[in-house]
């Protein structure tokens, strides 16, 4: 029964404050139409050009010139069979364009910007520019069913499908994203470029293009290289400070609707940094992406392109099934706690793939979750054992590590939730071929416990016991360790009352700045009403390198129930933002005029 007072959404861990927002169930999205109801009749005949960032509204200017005729950087090879599909996304001025170009000349994809075909077509004059002029003038969204048509039209060409493609400004509605849905055209990875608006503001006013070569330039950022370019740039119309400001305005009231049919495949990336900067953020990630696609397409998991019934599923995230159901029947069904540690270890191997060295797994499912009665240590232990040897069948030699007894004389003793894991991790099936003793070891936590052998160390539950602090223990193994990735699965570092004053080795300040300094790889927990566990409400959901997912759990007539996305966050959502989410409030983010939407 759901409790019919004011009540409020509390995670199953301690560390979320109960707070007092009631719940609703009406719909959280914002309104997903873009600004314009007119509807229009159009049969769009695709140019046989290729533009990019052209220039409509240049005195004179007729011709569809390439922005950068000469690319200078080396080209990555992409095999035709597998062509990346990449979404980029951002406020008007992020540095979509900009580096859309840069992407292009690296990775070889069609690059297809709605604003630069809109362009072309009110530059040759036809019925469509006429139509789109005026709302473009005017810093609007052009009406989705043009837009609409002009996309798919290039998105069946055979360049597409051989080079890969690279949408650039669209969707920019909810209808936009609904529409490619419908057509199961989904891209690889959604790019999110995070700029504050007082940049873009700027960007957009300084704006100045060469209607001969089609560059960007601006007029502090990037000025011109000559005198004579400098006489012929032209300014866009819709770069007025004025104009700037209602699209941004716009993007904001669209943007958060698009985000949650993308969040699984979803990466922000700060576009405030110098253009060369973000690109290599760009390039690593598409790299990593085209990587992974290659060897799912090796696997037999994901077939090339043209050979799928649904030749658009998402690669970087596409093993995630949705959250599964009936996470209240205890104890868990081996599928799900499989479920959840193949989920945990999607997200690590990605983070360490990636290079992160300080990582965390915070797994709250009840049977993982100390402050519920059905904890279950083995299920912990399964966690450890699949992430342990996944690293060792990549033949790196891993660690794991259980701290021992800490303190002296009375005070010894350590975390009831571990006493005896060690002695399971010894006795646990390490698979047929040995590797535990060669690849895999068991240790303790400190710094002597790091070998030089040693290239990667997963740490169990490191823990704080009454009295007894493991910050000291756990800094100087991390200093060991170097730059080689040490995870820790579930750890609780929080404060405990100290009856020796032990806890305070360390100042308290620094032991909250040493935990905050690993970053989480994987995080989920379930969220229930403020002081109950029953029933589950929702879920929280995050896999590196995405964003933070709030989910709510919706029962369907069948008597099942499902999960259905609320919102995302690039940040962990704090309690607030989880009641808003279920309010169907619009987020603090969205509601200040700058940081990221
Ligand atoms: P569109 O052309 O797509 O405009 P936009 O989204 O507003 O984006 P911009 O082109 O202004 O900016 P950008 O992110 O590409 O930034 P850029 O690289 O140029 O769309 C125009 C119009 O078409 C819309 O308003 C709408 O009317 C219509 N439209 C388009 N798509 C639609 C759709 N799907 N549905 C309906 N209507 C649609 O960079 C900007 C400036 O910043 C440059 O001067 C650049 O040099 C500089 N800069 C870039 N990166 C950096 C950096 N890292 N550091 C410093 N400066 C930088």
Redesign the pocket.
């Known amino acids: 029964m759901l409790p019919t007072s004011l009540s409020s959404l509390h995670a199953t861990t301690s560390s979320s404050a109960p707070s007092l927002f009631p719940l609703s169930t009406s719909c959280p999205y914002p309104s997903s139409s873009?600004s314009c109801s007119s509807s229009f009749s159009l049969s769009f005949q695709p140019s046989s050009h290729q533009p990019r960032?052209l220039l409509s509204f240049a005195p004179n200017f007729n011709t569809h010139i390439r922005r950068n005729s000469k690319p200078k950087v080396l080209k990555v090879h992409c095999s035709t069979s597998e062509p990346l599909k990449v979404m980029i996304s951002?406020?008007?001025?992020?540095?979509?364009?900009?580096?859309?170009e840069l992407m292009v000349n690296k990775f070889g994809l069609v690059h297809i910007?709605?604003?630069?075909l809109?362009?072309a077509e009110v530059s040759a004059g036809t019925d469509i520019g006429e139509k789109?002029k005026e709302?473009?003038n005017a810093?609007?969204?052009?009406?989705?069913e043009i837009?609409a048509a002009m996309?798919t039209a290039r998105l069946s060409r055979e360049d597409v499908k051989q080079k890969g493609w690279l949408l650039?400004?669209?969707?920019?509605?909810l209808a936009?994203a609904e529409s490619l849905e419908k057509l199961k055209i989904r891209p690889d990875v959604y790019v999110v470029?995070d700029v504050p608006d007082e940049i873009l503001i700027d960007?957009?006013v300084?704006?100045?293009l060469d209607p001969v070569t089609g560059k960007?330039?601006?007029i502090k950022?990037?000025p011109p290289e000559t005198e004579e370019i400098k006489a012929r740039l032209i300014t866009?119309p819709?770069?007025t400070e004025e104009k700037v400001k209602s699209?941004l305005e716009i993007?904001k009231q669209n943007v958060e609707a698009i985000l949650s049919t993308y969040s699984n495949i979803m990466k922000t990336i700060d576009?405030?940094?110098?253009?060369e900067v973000?690109f290599e953020e760009i390039y690593s990630l598409l790299s990593e992406v085209q990587k992974d696609k290659v060897k799912l397409i090796k696997s037999g998991n994901v077939k090339p392109e043209g050979e799928s019934s649904s030749n658009q599923a998402p690669v970087y995230q596409d093993k995630w099934r949705g959250i599964p159901t009936r996470l209240n029947n205890i104890p868990h069904s081996r599928e799900i706690r499989n479920y959840f540690y193949d989920d945990v270890l999607q997200g690590t191997q990605r983070a360490v793939n990636d290079g992160r060295m300080r990582l965390k797994v915070e797994i709250a499912i009840p049977e993982l979750n100390p402050e519920m009665d059905v904890y279950r240590i083995g299920t912990l232990m399964e966690l450890v054992r699949v992430l342990a040897l996944s690293f060792a069948d990549d033949g790196k030699r891993v660690k794991v590590c259980v701290q021992g007894s800490m303190g002296q004389g009375a005070l010894a003793g350590m975390p009831l939730q571990l006493s005896g894991t060690r002695k399971i991790l010894e006795f646990m099936d390490w698979g047929d071929y040995g590797a535990l003793g060669t690849f895999i070891k068991i240790g303790s936590i400190g710094a002597r416990e790091v070998e030089e052998q040693d290239d990667i160390f997963i740490l169990v539950a490191p823990q704080n016991a009454v009295g007894n602090c493991i910050i000291d223990d756990l800094k100087a193994m991390t200093d060991s360790a170097g730059n080689r990735p040490v995870i820790l699965v579930n750890p609780r570092l929080k404060d405990l009352p100290g009856s020796s004053g032990i806890m305070q080795t360390m100042g308290r300040e620094k032991r909250l700045e040493y935990a905050a300094s690993f970053e989480n790889c994987y995080s989920f927990r379930l969220l229930y009403y403020a002081g109950t566990q029953y029933p589950i409400m929702g879920a929280l959901r995050m896999s590196y390198p995405y964003r933070y997912e709030i989910y709510k759990r919706v029962d369907q007539p069948s008597g099942g129930e499902k999960y259905e996305i609320l919102s995302t966050f690039s940040e962990k959502p704090s309690s607030d933002d989880i009641n808003d989410a279920f309010l169907g409030k619009p987020r603090n983010q969205a509601k200040k005029a700058s940081g990221f939407w």
Do not use: E, W
């Open positions: 873009s960032r951002g406020a008007p001025a992020s540095g979509k364009g900009t580096q859309c910007s709605t604003g630069d809109l362009r789109a709302f473009m810093g609007r969204l052009v009406p989705d837009v996309v650039d400004g669209y969707p920019r509605s936009q470029l960007r957009c300084g704006r100045r960007i330039y601006h950022n990037f866009r819709d770069d699209r993007y576009g405030s940094r110098p253009k973000v």
